[in-house]
């Protein structure tokens, strides 16, 4: 059946409120179902624990059914909810961070960072609009001709985005981006994203509190570097994270996990990363970390780190950490407010004390580019000064990428807010020994 016929007869059957209906049952089972335990799990165990909760929803909501019958339910419900066809099995890959479907022949995915081109197939774009189908009604939304872009997730977390011709040239598009794995700093460093002192530096810079901006383009590795320096926020603290689709997954105790939400079919009901950020000012939150800033909540954000909610970070994305902290301006001139630009920089000197840049290199492995901390101050031009750069080595034959951090003396005001919370500053960076003022102490390359 067409995509759009089944739309149609979704929509009808809704009308009728059919509560023997297979889709009544699913979204049932949806609303029961903690995600986040899902996720936890391999593909066969998710189907067993669907079809136990559906077991449950049956016998306290359902309908008088035979032992067959009822098995027979269960099972169509549990496929509805699950049943992704070709898809199944590279979901169930853990090795497969990112399946992209370019129409019904061609099925690409990303291991270790790097992309190829899988055998299998729909059995043609029907099959497909099919699945389409199936991941976007899972979260109450529609695809067809008059909303041809939908973002969804599937019930296993992954987030989903979809987009049909006429604004697609190629024939339906299905992008899945698989959690983040969350990795531990120690790890990271293994795998050479980053040096042992930096590690230390930036542990300390959290402890003492440094509002910290990680920037740099898809796929970096951002969230995974955020969620990686959460690990050093005092377990004493309050933290609220605010997300589009939560992907965090802090260590701590006492963390309270907000997610945004897109409007509904009829255009209402969204509540925005920004109306978030102003409800966790609300919260008694020590620290405020924000997946990514995109649009009007940056200058919400910058105010939550000026007005006591300093140790809160945020990643942004952006080209280098010069550019982070322009698209930042641009990003908090948005919205409907329009504060004027040097109002923006002032907010900016105030509350951002370091960028981490990262960098994704063809042989698929991702590094700290760049650590800058800002030393301008109130409306003064942005001026960042690095204290560590990654220099990389020509691509040899192996094509992996090779190269080695250079660190730089922090400046005397960084220096110093870290020693005064008692954290040490890892020898190769130092302090820079006098820093007349208004003086770049070691001007970026
Ligand atoms: N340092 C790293 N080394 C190797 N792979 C990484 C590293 N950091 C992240 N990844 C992987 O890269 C992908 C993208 O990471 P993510 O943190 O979601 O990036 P971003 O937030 O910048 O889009 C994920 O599959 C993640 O596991
Ligand atoms: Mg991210």
Redesign the pocket.
């Known amino acids: 059946m067409s995509l759009k016929a089944r739309l149609d007869e979704d929509r009808a059957s809704e009308g009728r409120a059919d509560r023997g209906s297979v889709t009544h049952w699913r979204r049932r089972l949806l609303e029961e179902i903690n995600l986040e335990d899902l996720t936890r799990l391999t593909m066969a165990q998710r189907r067993v624990r669907l079809e136990k909760v559906v077991g449950h929803i049956l016998t306290r909501e359902g309908p008088v059914l035979s032992e067959r019958e009822r098995s027979m339910l269960i099972r169509r419900v549990v496929d509805e909810a699950l049943g992704l066809g070709v898809l199944e099995p590279l979901l169930a890959d853990e090795t497969i961070?990112?399946i992209m479907v370019n129409g019904p022949d061609n099925i690409f995915i990303?291991r270790?960072?790097r992309m190829r081109r899988v055998d299998a197939t729909f059995n043609g774009e029907d099959q497909l609009y099919q699945t389409i189908d199936r991941i976007v009604s899972l979260v109450n939304r529609r695809v067809d001709e008059s909303s041809p872009m939908v973002d969804a997730r599937l019930p296993t977390g992954e987030r989903v985005n979809v987009i049909i011709p006429p604004l697609s040239l190629s024939g339906p598009i299905l992008t899945i981006?698989?959690f983040?794995?969350p990795?531990p700093i120690e790890e990271?460093i293994r795998?050479g994203?980053?040096d042992p002192a930096t590690g230390i530096l930036l542990a300390a810079m959290v402890r003492a509190r440094f509002n910290i901006v990680?920037s740099?383009?898809?796929?970096?590795?951002?969230?995974?570097?955020?969620?990686a320096m959460s690990a050093f926020v005092p377990a004493t603290e309050r933290i609220v994270t605010i997300e589009d689709s939560a992907?965090l997954q802090l260590m701590q105790e006492h963390v309270v996990r907000l997610e945004s939400r897109p409007a509904n079919i009829e255009g209402r009901g969204e509540i925005a990363i920004r109306d978030l950020v102003r409800n966790a000012l609300r919260m008694r939150p020590d620290r405020i970390i924000v997946?990514?800033v995109r649009g009007s909540e940056t200058i919400d954000m910058l105010q939550a780190m000026n007005t006591g909610h300093d140790g809160s970070l945020v990643?942004v994305?952006a080209n280098s950490a010069e550019d982070a902290i322009h698209r930042l301006q641009s990003l908090a001139t948005m919205g409907e407010g329009h504060v004027p630009y040097d109002a923006v920089r002032d907010q900016i000197n105030n509350a951002v004390d370091a960028i981490v840049h990262?960098g994704?290199w063809p042989d698929?492995?991702?590094?700290v580019d760049e650590i800058a901390v800002v030393s301008s101050r109130r409306r003064e031009q942005f001026r960042l000064d690095s204290v560590l750069r990654f220099d990389a080595l020509p691509i040899g034959p192996n094509r992996a990428v090779e190269g080695k951090f250079r660190h730089f003396p922090l400046p005397r005001h960084v220096a110093g807010r870290i020693h005064h919370v008692g954290e040490t500053i890892p020898a190769v960076f130092g302090v820079v020994a006098s820093e007349p003022p208004g003086t770049t102490p070691h001007p970026r390359p």
């Open positions: 961070t990112e990303e270790d960072g981006r698989r983040p794995k990795y990271l795998m994203s980053l990680v740099g383009g898809t796929g970096t590795g951002k969230t995974t570097f955020l969620n992907e997946g990514e990643t994305h990262l994704r698929g492995s991702r590094r």
